[in-house]
């Protein structure tokens, strides 16, 4: 099977009361871990490269890595997606280089030159079989090229979208309902802290998708940000030399309940990181004299896999929807 777009996956998904998973990634360790678990549980999968990845990998490369997935498993889609791109140049790029999708976000710009930038990039993507995500409303939080403050975020605003998604002819549209960017989505001031001191995040703006799934029935809606921070790995991580206090992010079960409503694209990035790197900090601390990529990287990926699988059964509730 070659790469697919995301077209018929969300029709699956959105008639199925589910969500597909778009992992980040970066380089071969994360690629296989993701492609493993998805493969084993039949199903489907969006892997997800962003402007960072690029510069740090090389597009070739991450291209070709993805390649290889995809030879290795052929019995479910994988879709190759440009997470957050910025410039029409980027998108194009990206095109042509042989992905299956691409995000253009004009979030932070205003609403006329958003629609200006994504039907543009709508228009080349079309007359070359790819699909385009655009995004209304702005997440907060950092994670690569994106930062934006919870002062600059904005939810979406529901009566915009028809107007949006009608001009600009996109496939899939990316909304602000209180999900963030990065491992530290939300100050200690946003949040509220349960009987053990631990913080718990303010709950996502259902009330948002509701309306923006009554204005645009039957089109598949994207969350950003949506990471849920595992406390088992920052403790890890912070047992075994690291620095991450009141990290926090969005619950499961609200992705979940997300799943099985509009939203048919989650996006997860800084779980997988946490896990990966809680794993190595660990495995440094405990074989102080290992110094070859291959001991510590090895079960890296298997953190990554362990990871994944969770997400694709418990969060997602796709596996075997492949």
Same mark, same amino acid.
Request: charged content about 25%; proline content about 5%.
């Given at each position: 099977m070659a790469l697919v777009t995301?077209?018929?996956?969300?029709?699956?998904?959105?008639?199925?009361?589910?969500?597909?998973?778009?992992?980040?990634?970066?380089?071969?360790?994360?690629?296989?871990?993701?492609?493993?678990?998805?493969?084993?549980?039949?199903?489907?999968?969006?892997?997800?490269?962003?402007?960072?990845?690029?510069?740090?990998?090389?597009?070739?490369?991450?291209?070709?890595?993805?390649?290889?997935?995809?030879?290795?498993? $052929?019995?479910? +889609? #994988?879709? %190759? @997606?440009?997470?957050?791109?910025?410039?029409? =140049?980027?998108? *194009?790029?990206?095109?042509?280089?042989?992905?299956?999708?691409?995000?253009?976000?004009?979030?932070?710009?205003?609403?006329?030159?958003?629609?200006?930038?994504?039907?543009?990039?709508?228009?080349?993507?079309h007359d070359h079989g790819v699909?385009?995500?655009?995004?209304?409303?702005?997440?907060a939080g950092i994670e690569d090229?994106?930062?934006?403050?919870?002062?600059?975020?904005?939810?979406?605003?529901?009566?915009?979208?028809?107007?949006?998604?009608?001009?600009?002819?996109?496939?899939?549209?990316?909304?602000?309902?209180?999900?963030?960017?990065?491992?530290?989505?939300?100050?200690?001031?946003?949040?509220?802290?349960?009987?053990?001191?631990?913080?718990?995040?303010?709950?996502?703006?259902?009330?948002?998708?509701?309306?923006?799934?009554?204005?645009? $029935?039957?089109? +598949? #809606?994207? %969350? @950003?940000?949506?990471?849920?921070?595992?406390? =088992?790995?920052? *403790?890890?991580?912070?047992?075994?030399?690291?620095?991450?206090?009141?990290?926090?992010?969005?619950?499961?079960?609200?992705?979940?309940?997300?799943?099985?409503?509009?939203?048919?694209?989650?996006?997860?990035?800084?779980?997988?990181?946490?896990?990966?790197?809680?794993?190595?900090?660990?495995?440094?601390?405990?074989?102080?004299?290992?110094?070859?990529?291959?001991?510590?990287?090895?079960?890296?990926?298997?953190?990554?896999?362990?990871?994944?699988?969770?997400?694709?059964?418990?969060?997602?509730?796709?596996?075997?929807?492949?």
């Amino acid at each position: 099977m070659a790469l697919v777009t995301t077209t018929e996956m969300f029709k699956k998904a959105y008639s199925g009361g589910y969500a597909v998973g778009a992992f980040n990634v970066n380089n071969m360790e994360i690629i296989q871990g993701i492609t493993e678990a998805a493969g084993e549980l039949k199903a489907p999968v969006i892997l997800q490269v962003s402007k960072g990845a690029r510069a740090y990998a090389n597009h070739n490369y991450l291209v070709k890595l993805v390649q290889a997935a995809v030879e290795l498993n $052929p019995d479910i +889609p #994988i879709a %190759l @997606h440009l997470d957050h791109g910025d410039t029409f =140049e980027l998108c *194009k790029s990206c095109i042509d280089g042989g992905f299956s999708s691409v995000m253009i976000d004009g979030s932070s710009k205003p609403y006329e030159e958003n629609i200006a930038l994504t039907r543009k990039v709508v228009e080349y993507a079309h007359d070359h079989g790819v699909v385009v995500e655009g995004e209304l409303g702005t997440l907060a939080g950092i994670e690569d090229e994106v930062n934006v403050s919870a002062e600059d975020s904005s939810y979406t605003r529901p009566e915009e979208v028809e107007d949006f998604v009608t001009r600009t002819g996109v496939d899939s549209l990316a909304i602000a309902i209180g999900t963030s960017h990065g491992a530290y989505k939300f100050t200690a001031a946003q949040c509220t802290r349960d009987a053990d001191g631990k913080l718990v995040p303010p709950p996502l703006r259902f009330d948002i998708l509701r309306e923006v799934e009554k204005r645009l $029935p039957g089109f +598949p #809606i994207v %969350l @950003h940000g949506s990471s849920s921070v595992p406390q =088992e790995f920052v *403790k890890i991580i912070n047992e075994n030399g690291g620095k991450m206090p009141d990290a926090v992010g969005i619950p499961e079960e609200q992705l979940r309940e997300a799943a099985r409503m509009a939203v048919c694209k989650i996006n997860i990035d800084s779980d997988l990181r946490l896990a990966m790197t809680a794993c190595i900090r660990k495995h440094f601390c405990e074989h102080p004299d290992h110094f070859d990529p291959r001991q510590y990287l090895k079960p890296g990926r298997e953190a990554i896999k362990a990871m994944v699988t969770h997400k694709l059964i418990n969060v997602l509730g796709c596996n075997g929807k492949a």
